[in-house]
């Protein structure tokens, strides 16, 4: 894990970001890997099944925050290559 990898490898938000300060594992400790939103109690939130589909929700949180279509595919272009959506 390098500074550059400090962002949730599920729906790609800063971590730094996260007001939850990160997901929370099965023990209780927490997940460097995800936040709080996507990863609570060791399990993913939500039922996301392909990377297509965590962008298409986070497109849509983006929109309601107003931010336009640029910058909707700036925030979600790299999801497809988080760490979640790289198994099988
Ligand atoms: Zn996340």
Not at 19 to 41: A, F, H, I, P, V
Not at 64 to 87: A, C, D, N
């Amino acid at each position: 894990m390098g500074k550059f990898d400090r962002f949730c490898q599920s729906c790609g938000m800063p971590l730094e970001k996260d007001e939850g300060k990160g997901g929370t594992n099965q023990d209780g400790t927490k997940s460097s890997l995800y936040c709080s939103l996507c990863y609570r109690d060791g399990a993913f939130t939500g039922s996301f099944t392909s990377s297509r589909e965590m962008v298409k929700f986070v497109k849509g949180k983006l929109k309601e925050m107003g931010m336009g279509p640029l910058k909707r595919w700036f925030y979600t272009s790299h999801i497809p290559r988080l760490e979640r959506w790289q198994k099988k």
